[in-house]
């Protein structure tokens, strides 16, 4: 329909020129235009500030970082918006008053100007130098959380798969055991692939939301089982894609606890969400994973309360379902002969 009174409009307007004839209805249509370009710029500014005015609080800008390295991020978003703002609203006020001020008039000529040394250096020296001054402010920030940790940091593995988190914790040994993709196996309690003949995978953890510290640095050790996903931490402006075969590390500092964010925000429901940033299939959405950032004391209540993985693969060894408790020594032997059992059920025989 539009397209239709448009095309009608045009139609019309060409008619009406060839009756009052072309040069008085060009000038008409020049004088027209030359308002009409006006009243873009000034709408179309107005609709650009008007949007950030109405959406603007909508976006987690105002909420401010939830971590201590975001507030970096949050910085550098500030300035590269200042940056660019400056040359939009340049140039597009150029663009407009431009065509209105120098529309077609009697006896006008216009300057013929075709090359500037000069010009070409000033608009390219400067948008290089900060262009590169945004580059290295990001640059220094990526060597950053990608680099190594604060010494007090904790640790907390995340591994994506279509379609779903699966969060380690290393226990108390702070040493996340060795895995192998080939003893992945989710029907016998083993979603990772955790090696049970290495020690340091006996007191490895994996709860169903992911508890941080506040305060306290966190390093992610991120895998992917399938596809490229992405750990995407909206609220502590961070992420970093999962990929299967190459660990990937960033590590943060949590500002407030999850009830402090409530409070702030008055939403009693508030959680800190990882989204995945990569569209990784039909149920891309629903990977939708929480982080609970609680005070140490919290965390450490928390934490006491979850059993191993090890005892879900091996619920015999569990000393809490168990009356013989299994001296902690035997346990890489008893793994093993248990790993055996599963593996020959069928073959094994009382030969002794
Ligand atoms: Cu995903």
């Known amino acids: 329909m539009i397209f239709l009174v448009i095309f009608q409009i045009a139609k019309a307007s060409e008619y009406v020129s060839v009756l009052r004839g072309e040069k008085k209805a060009r000038e008409q249509a020049n004088k027209i235009n030359g308002f009409l370009m006006l009243a873009f710029l000034v709408f179309g500014l107005a609709g650009a500030w008007y949007c950030n005015e109405l959406l603007g609080k909508e976006t987690l800008f105002p909420q401010g970082s939830a971590s201590i390295e975001g507030e970096e991020i949050d910085n ?81 593995e995340i591994t994506g798969q279509q379609f779903g988190w699966t969060y380690r914790y ?41 508890y941080l510290v506040t305060g306290k640095p966190v390093k992610l050790v991120i895998n992917s089982k399938d ?24 590590w943060f500092t949590p500002k407030w606890t999850t009830e402090e964010m409530r409070k702030r925000l008055n939403k009693p429901e508030f959680e800190y969400e990882i989204v995945c940033d990569q569209l990784c299939g039909a149920s891309h959405y629903s990977m939708r994973g929480i982080i609970k950032v609680v005070t140490q004391e919290e965390y450490d209540a928390e934490l006491a309360k979850l059993k191993p993985n090890y005892f879900a693969a091996f619920p015999d060894k569990d000393p809490s379902t168990k009356k013989e408790v299994t001296p902690v020594a035997d ?22």
């Open 76 to 156: 550098m978003f500030m300035w590269t918006l200042l940056f660019t703002g400056l040359v939009f609203l340049a140039t597009q006020i150029a663009l407009f008053w431009f065509a209105f001020r120098y529309q077609e008039k009697e006896g006008r000529k216009t300057v013929f100007f075709a090359h500037s040394n000069k010009l070409e250096a000033i608009w390219t020296i400067i948008p290089a130098i900060v262009l590169t001054v945004l580059v290295v402010m990001g640059l220094r920030h990526w060597f950053k959380i990608t680099g190594d940790p604060p010494k007090d940091s904790m640790v907390v």
């Open 170 to 210: 290393p226990g108390d040994d702070g040493i996340l055991g060795k895995k192998n993709y080939k003893l992945i196996n989710g029907g016998e309690n083993n979603p990772l692939g955790q090696d049970w003949q290495d020690a340091a995978n006996y007191d490895d953890v994996l709860p169903t939301n992911m």
């Open 227 to 250: 596809v490229i996903h992405d750990v995407g931490l909206p609220h502590f402006r961070l992420k970093m894609d999962a990929v299967p075969g190459i660990p990937t590390t960033l």
């Open 331 to 352: 346990a890489p032997e008893a793994a093993k002969t248990t790993v055996a059992l599963v593996e020959n059920k069928m073959a094994v025989k009382p030969t002794l």
